[in-house]
């Protein structure tokens, strides 16, 4: 069965160019993780992307997200070709960089392959055997799997869009919003359709609404509310004011102090436009559950 996004991705043992990786205990509680899985060592667009990702590595470490790569050579292989990837001017090879660290999987018996769906009918080895494609898994702490992307052998991926999928899935989890087309950290972003305006108002400031022909106001956009509101807004406290019916119902009346008092009056003046005869109905404030 392939897996759909929300599943947990099952723990896994599998040798590795850094020796023998157990899925969870390399990735541990707390760390995002990609897998990325590739058609074959020693080929020309495979040592361009291994390349890139260890010179993006830093970026993926400040978004505390693991890094795998896998293909269905050996470890040896795996070894031998890294040497090659740090030579080729594709890692930056800077004095910081030391070229390839992350563990490069070595799936030789296809089983991850499988389990993941990771193989492509149209590219055979020498022997015939199918090879993987170029996916990528993106896993979050809780080990579920939060999108996928699908390449075929011939296109090699933009490894800035998988840090940009990386950026929106983990704002998205903390705040009632979406991100809109092309979407890049600090840029204005969707209010979710099931957030209230009295919800956006206390949780993300001041949004605009787009005039469109319908009438209609779904198209609300406020700030990256991450670049600019403190840690402390986490989802816990969203959850916690927003999560449930009876609380979204007490929102417009006690909601505000709540709020400000957590918040030490950040959001003291959003909160003053809190219609008082509204009722907001939310269930969890437009947060996707996990
Ligand atoms: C490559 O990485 O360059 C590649 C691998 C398999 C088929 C085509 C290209």
Redesign the pocket.
């Known amino acids: 069965m392939p897996l759909n996004l929300g599943d947990t991705v099952p723990d896994f043992s599998c040798d590795s160019s850094v020796g023998q990786i157990h899925y969870y205990d390399y990735v541990g509680d707390e760390h995002w993780s990609i897998i990325c899985s590739?058609?074959?060592d020693f080929?020309?667009?495979?040592?361009t992307e291994l390349g890139n990702l260890s010179k993006l590595l830093p970026q993926f470490e400040k978004r505390h997200c693991k890094v795998l790569a896998l293909s269905c050579d050996s470890a040896e292989s795996h070894r031998k070709w890294i040497e090659d990837i740090n030579a080729s001017g594709y890692c930056g090879n800077t004095k910081k960089d030391g070229g390839v660290s992350y563990p490069i999987l070595a799936d030789e018996e296809r089983a991850l392959a499988v389990k993941f769906g990771m193989l492509d009918p149209a590219?055979k080895d020498e022997r015939g055997m199918p090879?993987t494609c170029r996916a990528v898994f993106i896993v979050d702490d809780h080990k579920k799997l939060r999108a996928t992307i699908l390449y075929p052998?011939?296109t090699g991926r933009n490894f800035y869009e998988i840090l940009r999928v990386l950026d929106s899935l983990q704002l998205t989890d903390e705040y009632p919003v979406a991100t809109p087309a092309n979407w890049e950290r600090g840029e204005r972003v969707a209010v979710t359709p099931s957030t209230p305006d009295e919800v956006a108002a206390v949780v993300l400031g001041d949004f605009a609404v787009v005039k469109v022909p319908s009438g209609k106001t779904y198209l609300r956009l406020a700030k990256d509310p991450s670049s600019k509101t403190p840690k402390v807004l986490k989802r816990g406290i969203v959850e916690m004011i927003l999560g449930t019916e009876y609380g979204a119902k007490l929102l417009p009346t006690v909601g505000r102090l709540v709020v400000s008092f957590i918040l030490g009056g950040v959001f003291a003046g959003a909160a003053t436009k809190t219609k008082e005869t509204a009722t907001a109905t939310t269930q969890n404030g437009g947060r996707k559950k996990r």
């Open positions: 590739h058609p074959s080929t020309p667009v495979c040592s590219e090879l052998a011939t």
